[in-house]
């Protein structure tokens, strides 16, 4: 082992170590460190960053591996049970400039190939908050021959006044364009102060083609008196870590991950034992 060390040493810091094969320069700094990581690529394979980004894959991976592990939740998602209260009003709804033509709670815009059309639905309503609280909108769309890209003309959109009387405007989540069956839409809004009142809209403006609404709602989600927020999620804080994950895609509790399950010290000895290979 001593032997195979030395060789691997010598060959690392050989002035040709561009032509040092790949396998010995993984030896090198595995026998060092005591574990190989993973192998070192041959140089001028791929670009560096590249190999940067595998890196951070590898530290993916092996977060989303420790989220299998018994770990201590420090911050609980809060999750919102109270959605089938709508505040919209059937009759409320008002047109947005050029307006809609409804039919069997189906609100229809009609830009034809006029791209600079502004219509839509739009319906206001009061909350008067007296504590922040998430807001949740939805809206369902069909479209014909929508032109451009997805954007806030294209969406539902909400404008909100806060309890104090500033603004918040421009929230939205914008359809898909071109031609495609109903699709769903939801916004939520996680307001930083207790919100007086808002708009809500469904848009089609500066596109051509056609667009369809059915089916909007608005709703305010009750929360309890200790949720905060944390990277814009509501949670509830059960304690502190000094490394926090969750997994977004099941909506999962932030926890705790105890030592350094990512061995990000040995990572960074990888890209500098990395880069003295001439990278």
Not at 21 to 38: E, N, Q, S, W
Not at 45 to 60: A, H
Not at 69 to 84: G, I, L, M, P, Y
Not at 182 to 205: A, C, D, G, H, N
Request: proline share 6%.
């Amino acid at each position: 082992m001593d032997a195979d060390l030395l060789a691997a040493e010598k060959c690392s810091a050989a002035p040709e170590v561009a032509r040092c094969p790949a396998y010995c320069r993984g030896i090198a700094y595995g026998l060092k460190y005591k574990k190989l990581i993973f192998p070192i690529p041959p140089q001028n394979t791929e670009p560096p960053m590249n190999r940067y980004r595998r890196i951070l894959v590898f530290v993916l991976m092996a977060s989303l591996a420790a989220l299998g592990q018994a770990q201590s939740v420090v911050k609980q998602v809060v999750r919102f049970e109270n959605t089938d209260k709508n505040l919209l009003k059937t009759d409320g709804f008002r047109p947005y400039e050029a307006g809609f033509e409804s039919e069997n709670g189906i609100y229809l815009c009609d830009n034809g190939s006029d791209v600079n059309a502004r219509r839509g639905v739009a319906q206001s309503v009061t909350l008067n908050q007296t504590r922040p609280e998430p807001i949740l909108a939805e809206a369902w769309s069909r479209a014909e021959n929508v032109s451009g890209s997805p954007s806030g003309d294209y969406a539902v959109y909400i404008d909100l006044l806060y309890d104090d009387g500033t603004p918040l405007w421009g929230q939205t989540a914008a359809f898909a364009v071109g031609t495609h069956d109903w699709q769903k839409k939801t916004l939520t809004i996680l307001p930083e102060k207790p919100v007086r009142s808002l708009t809500m809209y469904t848009l089609f403006r500066n596109k051509s083609g056609k667009a369809a609404f059915r089916d909007m709602k608005l709703s305010v989600l009750s929360t309890p008196e200790n949720t905060c927020l944390f990277d814009g999620v509501p949670v509830i804080s059960k304690g502190k870590a000094t490394l926090q994950i969750r997994d977004v895609a099941v909506n999962s509790d932030y926890v705790a991950l105890q030592g350094n399950p990512f061995a990000l010290k040995r990572l960074r000895k990888t890209m500098i034992a990395h880069n003295r290979c001439g990278e």
